[in-house]
T-cell receptor
Framework: GAVVSQHPSRVICKSGTSVKIECRSLDFQATTMFWYRQFPKQSLMLMATSNEGSKATYEQGVEKDKFLINHASLTLSTLTVTSAHPEDSSFYIC????????????FGQGTRLTVV | AQSVAQPEDQVNVAEGNPLTVKCTYSVSGNPYLFWYVQYPNRGLQFLLKYITGDNLVKGSYGFEAEFNKSQTSFHLKKPSALVSDSALYFCAVRARNSGNTPLVFGKGTRLSVIA
């Protein structure tokens, strides 16, 4: 299947600093990518839809100024957690699909963010 | 609106026994249905999908799922469970002709296979 690569897999940062997470589609072009957040023992919560060449679409309750999304190319989307706080500690996952609605989504490996 | 229900938070099964992880869905029109598995601190891995045709879909690692339109269900099954099948399983739905929209996930079911 298609490959989506996410980096880093694990990051620890200090409160108040910013962290950038990268999501790459390695063998297909993705005009749209999705960012999820997963709390322990819970399902995935869709945070935002990343659109190549345009602004991201954020889900209700997600602060766009805190979670900056940039989709500068057809194979790369980045999520930057700005001014991180301990409550931002979570598992962040990106996904992309190489086709239309009948195509499965492929997921990155996830990023475990710990803010201390 | 689309939704997925996975009624069981946890399923325990003995190694070698058959396993079933339940999923029901709600969507306008006909659905595309998916199953994913997640191991600790990892992303989701695709197992199988139902698009059209045969209601019984076979996927990776010996898993299969049966689409039942009248019951709006898509239960995941495996004839003989392995300890290595222990993981978190997610069912997901997407409406047809919805384009490249995000999948709608159930809350997940933790499968524990006991040796």
């Amino acid at each position: 299947g298609a490959v989506v690569s996410q980096h880093p897999s694990r990051v620890i940062c200090k409160s108040g600093t910013s962290v950038k997470i990268e999501c790459r589609s390695l063998d297909f072009q993705a005009t749209t990518m999705f960012w999820y957040r997963q709390f322990p023992k819970q399902s995935l919560m869709l945070m935002a839809t990343s659109n190549e060449g345009s602004k991201a679409t954020y889900e209700q309750g997600v602060e766009k100024d805190k979670f900056l999304i940039n989709h500068a190319s057809l194979t790369l989307s980045t999520l930057t957690v700005t001014s991180a706080h301990p409550e931002d500690s979570s598992f962040y996952i990106c996904s992309a699909s190489p086709g239309g609605s009948n195509t499965e989504a492929f997921f990155g490996q996830g990023t475990r963010l710990t803010v201390v | 609106a689309q939704s997925v229900a996975q009624p069981e938070d946890q399923v325990n099964v003995a190694e070698g026994n058959p396993l079933t992880v339940k999923c029901t869905y709600s969507v306008s029109g006909n659905p595309y249905l998916f199953w994913y598995v997640q191991y600790p601190n990892r992303g989701l891995q695709f197992l199988l999908k139902y698009i059209t045709g045969d209601n019984l879909v076979k996927g990776s690692y010996g898993f299969e799922a049966e689409f039942n339109k009248s019951q709006t269900s898509f239960h995941l099954k495996k004839p003989s469970a392995l300890v290595s099948d222990s993981a978190l399983y997610f069912c997901a739905v997407r409406a047809r002709n919805s384009g490249n929209t995000p999948l709608v996930f159930g809350k997940g079911t933790r499968l524990s296979v006991i040796a």
